[in-house]
């Protein structure tokens, strides 16, 4: 792609052209060197986005939290884009979280754009690729870009660490969802949802919730809230945007907003300088240095180490 | 730690001694640079064990399946190494899996050794560790190595890149099975175990499996066999067991254990290669070229792509 027709692209996804944003977001997903181009094209016009990142087990209902809450933004005059990651799927290929169906209710909204993207396990996944789907949604000019992924483990920090605010979305009745949740829950949100609120033992998970915040303490002064919803009837999602706007707003005066950004800046510059140097140490399976090694460690004439060492000195 | 000083371990891992042995499994989880010199003192030591996946869904018994194979295999006169990975928690850091607990029934066996390894999220996680805690098993001289992880997407798939045999353990009545399992667990599984096999629905699951795999087809003469467990009991074990040992034949007969295990040796070489880089790129947060970068990513005033091509070329 020449760097006019990227610019081009740029400058149609800018102005609203939904279909435009949807091939430079594939461009992301296929890995493609056009996006080099593109990147240099939309850089000016990025940092303006609030990124919410939305994450949990399965079936806590998370598409119908960040359904509600785009209607929410959406009734404040603002521009919302969403991203549904699915970090458990990485052979398949999009649309796995439903946008199709998703979609249709804001089928005739241009002020909404829903994509879902597959981690197809090549170039270091996600942290490689959703960085860059984010970017080019800040730069078409969304308001506000909510990051939706099924809580595993790695990809559930890397979304965390993507986002400004990040909500762990929990509901009662999946009894493991306080035994996953494990410490490292605590480290990522900002905001805790108990969705399903109206089932029973809402209660009892706020509270088990609640105590768990308190062992752990606060090293900072942002203590998370606890905000209970039933996002099938809309309960609670008011309260839920403010507290993301308080969140936002403490974000701006600890100073954290920007750290938080120039962290993520760096995951960013890092993850491409690193699959950049993969592809180079890669080469063609069958023909590069890199195979002779790895027959020799197969073999045990070799260790990977002393292997890793000679790859990288030539 | 000196050449010496490995050496020695290494003699005493291999001697038998499970708390050397335990000793250099936390190295590799603590990325220690201790490693060089054990990975050189084990090289030749490797390459005799066959590694067998276990991977699947929470809840479906892995790890019961797991310690009937134990069983089976200590029966049949074999040493085993059982590694425990867990993806899911990259903060905690060991003995997430229970392996205390279980650990327990095989105490006085020194023909076992169970370990949990955690995914700390440094260094490129379980694709950089994994594979060298199988080559220190490896050269302890276990004549079988589980490597046993719960099935999230990246991790499962890294999982069955480092086995020579991959199991995917199912049980009915966890609705979401075949729905999560989708597309990929077909290009992983080497064997499907169906677990639980006396509860409703076992039948209707492996029913499913099988229309599946035969809609797939297949491009390579290993047709996955399904194999009805009931690890409770130990009903089914001995048949899993063999149609394990059937798949290692295949494997030989093929000439695909070679090939699996050179693009093993591969991944690892990778891996640490990447690693390697990905230290050298980073510096110290707040000294290095890369946070400046970060910084004038962040703004708007550079696009990563530039940046990441800057930072290479220091």
Redesign the interface.
């Known amino acids: 792609m020449l760097d006019s027709q990227a610019d081009a692209l740029v400058v149609a996804a800018r102005s609203g052209d939904q279909r435009s944003l949807a091939r430079l977001v594939s461009l992301v997903e296929n890995g493609s060197p056009d ?2 181009p593109v ?2 094209a ?6 303006n986005a609030r990124v919410v990142g939305l994450t949990g087990s ?1 079936g806590v209902g998370k598409s119908t939290v960040t359904d509600q809450l785009v209607r929410a933004y959406r009734a404040a005059g603002q521009r919302v884009g969403v991203l549904a990651v ?7 290929g999009g649309a796995l979280l439903g946008d199709r169906v998703r979609m249709q209710d804001h089928a005739t909204d241009s002020g909404v754009f829903i994509r879902s993207m597959a ?1 197809r ?1 090549h170039l270091g ?1 996600l942290s490689w690729s959703a ?2 789907a984010v ?1 080019l949604l800040d730069a078409a000019g969304f308001d506000v870009i909510c990051v939706e992924t099924v809580g ?4 559930e ?1 890397e979304i965390a660490g993507l986002a400004d605010t990040t909500l762990v979305v929990m509901a009662p009745g999946l009894g ?1 969802s306080i035994q ?1 949740a ?3 829950i605590l ?1 990522i949100a900002d905001v805790f949802v108990v969705n399903k609120s109206d089932r029973p033992g809402a209660s009892e998970l706020s509270r088990d919730l609640r105590s768990m915040l308190a062992m752990a303490g606060h090293d900072k002064s942002w203590k998370p809230p606890i905000v209970l919803t039933s996002a099938a009837t809309g309960t609670g999602i008011g309260e839920l945007a403010e507290r993301v706007a308080d969140h936002w707003e403490w974000l701006g005066k600890s100073g954290l907003r ?1 750290e938080r ?6 995951e ?3 993850a ?3 699959a ?3 592809r180079r ?2 080469g063609l ?1 069958g023909e590069s240095r ?2 002779e ?3 020799r ?12 060492d000679d ?2 000195a030539e």
């Open positions: 996006l080099r990147m240099r939309v850089a000016p016009h990025t940092g399965p699915d970090p458990t799927s990485p052979f398949s981690s396990g996944g960085p860059q970017r595993v483990g790695q990809a920090v493991d996953t494990k410490a490292g480290e920007q950004r120039t962290a993520r800046a760096r960013e510059i890092s491409i300088a690193v950049d140097i993969r140490l890669g399976p890199l195979d090694l790895a027959e460690v197969a073999a045990g004439k070799l260790d990977p180490y002393t292997a890793a790859l990288l």
